[in-house]
């Protein structure tokens, strides 16, 4: 099938590939083409910016927690035909992936999806030095390891980013074409406003009100520096694909009996025959058999969590808690959960008849203000969980279950785009800030739910950053014992346990670190959080990449719901 495709890949971050997809994308659904993003690596901010730009979801493509075989059959699934066109925006640097290599790096992703790679290059004060950088390049490839193979791997064409104008622009084409043979498609002018940063990247698209028409005015700017038509050649000029279609086929049992927390027991190990195959971490995630499941050695045929009713999972999703990989919710949906969205920051409390709660990450520490003033919702939720409603919760999600949250000192928002004075003349560009609707944050704790004792505490340096192998210690909801699965990290805040045993909590002895990670050059901490039904953690999981949790988790949803449907009537 013929699926018209770019990647776009630079020599480092902040290079200019996310202003760069923008105005691509922006620009391509002007001319009427049905557009399709993606994003390499796990980014959650990006994706909000690419729907903001063209319309569509934005998917993740990550070679270190999805098979290849995931990840082709992701893209297979939402990119257009021609005419249309799917815009792969990359991460970091074109070869950087796990540690010093390849695996998960952009060059990956792309040799995977046979999609041809633009490489954008910061040009700023630069001539025939550009070429050498492209060549390096265009040349290099990494010894083979970890089973990544790059032999499809294309440079297809050169992007020239902070450049001064068409003068300089033809030196360095002049440079490149000349000695490395690469076309060149133009460039962006170092006067093209600039995407506000935060301490975990850009600024999500939710906080920029009006970015959809600023994005419109950046492309038009950037599309007259930029030769679509040689872009959109290139794309229809990629291979034909194939890949296998996407399965939704795990099925899970209960492998938690929650009766066990009557006694506060762990459930017993139930075997390696019963646990997922994680492998080591020089293996290849995209083709080896680290990424082979087990089904539980039960003997009796399961029944598909997709053909049984639907779990009504509520999922948190406003501001402050926006960090989804959108396939997460479409492989809940396809394992038989109907969703409902709700926002602790605007509703009064929870949706009825939940029969489980998924709390994503995101800037809790930003709107800490709005979710200390909602005690209407943070009452209803403490209530839900504390009478045994299910939940699962991940880094920004943790915040928000714990007693109090300190932010650190920060001021009022900026405007969506930064401006230069020249810029501010500038037709259509917004000079003025945007009216800051988010409180500015005191040297102060701010109450959340109070779900767990515990404190978090946002901190001026990066705490965990990266890839790791979780293994749970305990049976939980997310499955038994010993149950391995790949995850990533990235936070700037701490937990800090209560001192003492808190009263009245006839669990605390549970309150203790429910995951052992591990990173791929060996260095390990322990982490999560689990109290009756809900597990808590920094961990954030692709949900497809560890089929069996979302199962396990859906199943025990389930289950409780089965357990109440004898004493009261429920409709979902």
């Given at each position: 099938?013929?699926?018209?495709?770019?990647?776009?890949?630079?020599?480092?971050?902040?290079?200019?590939?996310?202003?760069?997809?923008?105005?691509?994308?922006?620009?391509?659904?002007?001319?009427?083409?049905?557009?399709?993003?993606?994003?390499?690596?796990?980014?959650?901010?990006?994706?909000?910016?690419?729907?903001?730009?063209?319309?569509?979801?934005?998917?993740?493509?990550?070679?270190?927690?999805?098979?290849?075989?995931?990840?082709?059959?992701?893209?297979?699934?939402?990119?257009?035909?021609?005419?249309?066109?799917?815009?792969?925006?990359?991460?970091?640097?074109?070869?950087?992936?796990?540690?010093?290599?390849?695996?998960?790096?952009?060059?990956?992703?792309?040799?995977?999806?046979?999609?041809?790679?633009?490489?954008?290059?910061?040009?700023?004060?630069?001539?025939?030095?550009?070429?050498?950088?492209?060549?390096?390049?265009?040349?290099?490839?990494?010894?083979?390891?970890?089973?990544?193979?790059?032999?499809?791997?294309?440079?297809?064409?050169?992007?020239?980013?902070?450049?001064?104008?068409?003068?300089?622009?033809?030196?360095?084409?002049?440079?490149?074409?000349?000695?490395?043979?690469?076309?060149?498609?133009?460039?962006?002018a170092n006067a093209l406003p600039t995407l506000p940063q935060r301490h975990l990247g850009l600024v999500p698209a939710?906080?920029?009100?009006?970015?959809?028409?600023?994005?419109?005015?950046?492309?038009?700017?950037?599309?007259?520096?930029?030769?679509?038509?040689?872009?959109?050649?290139?794309?229809?000029?990629?291979?034909?694909?194939?890949?296998?279609?996407?399965?939704?086929?795990?099925?899970?049992?209960?492998?938690?009996?929650?009766?066990?927390?009557?006694?506060?027991?762990?459930?017993?190990?139930?075997?390696?025959?019963?646990?997922?195959?994680?492998?080591?971490?020089?293996?290849?995630?995209?083709?080896?058999?680290?990424?082979?499941?087990?089904?539980?050695?039960?003997?009796?045929?399961?029944?598909?969590?997709?053909?049984?009713?639907?779990?009504?999972?509520?999922?948190?999703?406003?501001?402050?808690?926006?960090?989804?990989?959108?396939?997460n919710f479409d492989y809940l949906r396809e394992l038989g959960a109907r969703i409902i969205f709700f926002s602790p920051?605007?509703?009064?409390?929870?949706?009825?008849?939940?029969?489980?709660?998924?709390?994503?990450?995101?800037?809790?520490?930003?709107?800490?203000?709005?979710?200390?003033?909602?005690?209407?919702?943070?009452?209803?939720?403490?209530?839900?969980?504390?009478?045994?409603?299910?939940?699962?919760?991940?880094?920004?999600?943790?915040?928000?279950?714990?007693?109090?949250?300190?932010?650190?000192?920060?001021?009022?928002?900026?405007?969506?785009?930064?401006?230069?004075?020249?810029?501010?003349?500038?037709?259509?560009?917004?000079?003025?800030?945007?009216?800051?609707?988010?409180?500015?944050?005191?040297?102060?704790?701010?109450?959340?739910?109070?779900?767990?004792?515990?404190?978090?505490?946002?901190?001026?340096?990066?705490?965990?950053?990266?890839?790791?192998?979780?293994?749970?210690?305990?049976?939980?909801?997310?499955?038994?014992?010993?149950?391995?699965?790949?995850?990533?990290?990235?936070?700037?805040?701490?937990?800090?346990?209560?001192?003492?045993?808190?009263?009245?909590?006839?669990?605390?002895?549970?309150?203790?670190?429910?995951?052992?990670?591990?990173?791929?050059?060996?260095?390990?901490?322990?982490?999560?959080?689990?109290?009756?039904?809900?597990?808590?953690?920094?961990?954030?999981?692709?949900?497809?990449?560890?089929?069996?949790?979302?199962?396990?988790?859906?199943?025990?949803?389930?289950?409780?719901?089965?357990?109440?449907?004898?004493?009261?009537?429920?409709?979902?």
């Open positions: 099938m013929n699926l018209p495709r770019l990647t776009l890949a630079a020599a480092r971050s902040g290079a200019g590939k996310s202003t760069l997809a923008l105005v691509l994308l922006a620009a391509m659904r002007e001319r009427g083409l049905d557009v399709q993003p993606f994003k390499a690596g796990p980014d959650y901010i990006d994706p909000t910016l690419h729907r903001a730009a063209c319309g569509r979801p934005s998917y993740n493509l990550d070679a270190f927690l999805l098979p290849g075989r995931a990840i082709r059959g992701l893209f297979l699934r939402h990119a257009p035909p021609a005419p249309g066109l799917s815009i792969i925006e990359g991460v970091m640097g074109l070869y950087d992936g796990l540690g010093a290599g390849a695996l998960a790096s952009t060059a990956h992703i792309a040799a995977l999806l046979k999609s041809p790679v633009i490489l954008v290059v910061d040009a700023k004060g630069q001539a025939l030095s550009a070429a050498a950088l492209v060549l390096g390049f265009a040349r290099f490839r990494p010894k083979k390891e970890n089973g990544v193979n790059l032999k499809s791997f294309n440079l297809a064409g050169v992007i020239f980013n902070r450049i001064a104008g068409a003068g300089q622009y033809a030196l360095l084409r002049r440079a490149v074409e000349d000695n490395c043979g690469i076309p060149c498609l133009g460039y962006l939710q906080e920029m009100p009006g970015l959809e028409a600023d994005i419109r005015t950046l492309a038009a700017l950037g599309g007259k520096t930029l030769d679509l038509d040689g872009l959109i050649e290139i794309a229809r000029a990629a291979p034909d694909f194939k890949a296998a279609p996407l399965r939704a086929d795990a099925a899970a049992p209960c492998l938690w009996d929650p009766a066990l927390r009557k006694t506060g027991e762990f459930a017993a190990d139930p075997g390696e025959s019963a646990l997922r195959k994680a492998g080591e971490f020089a293996a290849d995630p995209g083709e080896s058999a680290l990424r082979k499941a087990e089904g539980p050695a039960t003997g009796k045929k399961q029944t598909r969590l997709s053909e049984r009713p639907p779990v009504c999972l509520g999922i948190a999703q406003d501001a402050a808690f926006s960090f989804y990989y959108q396939d920051l605007r509703d009064s409390s929870l949706p009825p008849d939940l029969d489980g709660v998924f709390l994503g990450g995101g800037f809790p520490e930003i709107f800490a203000p709005g979710l200390e003033d909602n005690r209407s919702f943070r009452s209803s939720l403490l209530r839900a969980l504390e009478d045994g409603l299910p939940a699962y919760a991940e880094c920004g999600g943790l915040l928000y279950l714990c007693k109090s949250l300190t932010p650190l000192p920060r001021p009022a928002n900026t405007a969506p785009f930064l401006l230069t004075k020249e810029e501010e003349g500038t037709p259509g560009l917004r000079g003025s800030s945007a009216p800051d609707r988010v409180r500015a944050t005191e040297d102060r704790a701010y109450a959340m739910c109070g779900f767990f004792p515990h404190a978090a505490q946002m901190t001026p340096r990066l705490q965990t950053f990266g890839y790791a192998r979780a293994r749970l210690r305990a049976a939980c909801p997310l499955g038994p014992a010993q149950r391995a699965f790949f995850a990533h990290e990235f936070h700037y805040s701490r937990i800090v346990a209560p001192e003492g045993k808190p009263e009245g909590k006839s669990d605390a002895a549970l309150f203790f670190p429910l995951m052992d990670m591990e990173k791929a050059d060996g260095r390990a901490w322990s982490g999560g959080l689990w109290k009756k039904n809900t597990v808590a953690g920094y961990a954030h999981l692709y949900f497809r990449g560890c089929p069996e949790v979302a199962a396990s988790f859906l199943a025990f949803c389930r289950a409780l719901r089965e357990g109440k449907k004898k004493r009261e009537g429920r409709a979902c």
